[in-house]
């Protein structure tokens, strides 16, 4: 298996990091049964990849052996935001038949988190992602980790998230107020469920902490991550 060192993206900051590592918690108190996590939003830079990659870190970091599955084949540069100047071989290129897995698995500075990346744009991805080896390869990829991310394109845009969903075991909404409107939210995550996967909750990314006095009040130095993570009791919706 093949290491790359990649950039540490998720923002320094004191609540930043509370407010992770209380997605992580209630990510594990949605039961043992949730391992593969896509993580979806309804417009591209909403913040999806940088709570994925902060989820898997943090996951990671209580010794939990975590796996990143960027599955946008279609518009990838999860590998140019995490630094990686080397060519690398991507899903792309294994569901076109061009790899193998043992080419697409790459560890990482992060003691027990492994990558996959997109890859090279490919030609259909909707129709690859159908396929049964991508439905083949996610249920033999979890017996090897404990969580799986997944960093899906939009929801709004393509249909290759709601693909993806159908091979998760639950999904994250990340949502940006003032650009997504309720409406078109509910939309988006009603075409998720639609697929069968178990709607988790919603993180509410880039709130402005100057407009809203709740959030200044307790994250003043805070970029405004929010989660409504379900227990395994209840599964919450964004209100």
Same mark, same amino acid.
């Given at each position: 298996?093949?290491?790359?060192?990649?950039?540490?993206?998720?923002?320094?900051?004191?609540?930043?990091?509370?407010?992770?590592?209380?997605?992580?918690?209630?990510?594990?108190?949605?039961?043992?049964?949730?391992?593969?996590?896509?993580?979806?939003?309804?417009?591209?830079?909403?913040?999806?990849?940088?709570?994925?990659?902060?989820?898997?870190?943090?996951?990671?970091?209580?010794?939990?052996?975590?796996? &990143?599955?960027?599955?946008? &084949?279609?518009?990838?540069?999860?590998?140019?935001?995490?630094? @990686?100047?080397?060519?690398?071989?991507?899903?792309?290129?294994?569901?076109?038949?061009?790899?193998?897995?043992?080419?697409?698995?790459?560890?990482?500075?992060? #003691?027990?988190?492994?990558?996959?990346?997109?890859? #090279?744009?490919?030609?259909?991805?909707?129709?690859?992602?159908?396929?049964?080896?991508?439905?083949?390869?996610?249920?033999?990829?979890?017996?090897?980790?404990?969580?799986?991310?997944?960093?899906? #394109? #939009?929801?709004?845009?393509?249909?290759?998230?709601?693909?993806?969903?159908?091979?998760?075991?639950?999904?994250?909404? @990340?949502?940006?107020?003032?650009?997504?409107?309720?409406?078109?939210?509910?939309?988006?995550?009603?075409?998720?469920?639609?697929?069968?996967?178990?709607?988790?909750?919603?993180?509410?990314?880039?709130?402005?902490?100057?407009?809203?006095?709740?959030?200044?009040?307790?994250?003043?130095?805070?970029?405004?991550?929010?989660?409504?993570?379900?227990?395994?009791?209840?599964?919450?919706?964004?209100?």
């Amino acid at each position: 298996m093949r290491k790359i060192a990649i950039k540490d993206i998720r923002k320094q900051d004191y609540f930043y990091t509370e407010a992770i590592k209380t997605l992580r918690t209630n990510i594990q108190l949605s039961g043992k049964s949730i391992k593969t996590i896509m993580v979806s939003s309804c417009f591209p830079n909403e913040g999806k990849s940088d709570i994925v990659l902060s989820i898997a870190q943090e996951l990671s970091s209580i010794g939990k052996k975590a796996l &990143i599955i960027d599955g946008d &084949i279609r518009k990838s540069d999860f590998a140019i935001r995490l630094g @990686v100047e080397e060519e690398v071989v991507g899903l792309s290129q294994f569901l076109s038949g061009q790899a193998e897995v043992k080419d697409l698995i790459y560890s990482t500075s992060y #003691p027990n988190l492994h990558i996959i990346f997109g890859g #090279p744009i490919a030609p259909n991805p909707s129709g690859l992602l159908s396929e049964d080896l991508f439905r083949t390869f996610m249920k033999e990829i979890r017996n090897y980790y404990d969580y799986i991310i997944v960093d899906t #394109p #939009p929801i709004g845009s393509v249909i290759d998230a709601a693909v993806i969903a159908r091979y998760c075991d639950g999904g994250i909404f @990340v949502i940006e107020p003032g650009v997504v409107s309720y409406k078109l939210a509910q939309k988006c995550i009603k075409q998720l469920e639609k697929s069968g996967c178990r709607i988790l909750g919603a993180v509410m990314n880039k709130v402005d902490t100057k407009k809203d006095k709740y959030y200044s009040s307790y994250y003043k130095h805070y970029g405004g991550y929010y989660q409504k993570l379900a227990t395994s009791e209840q599964t919450e919706k964004t209100q």
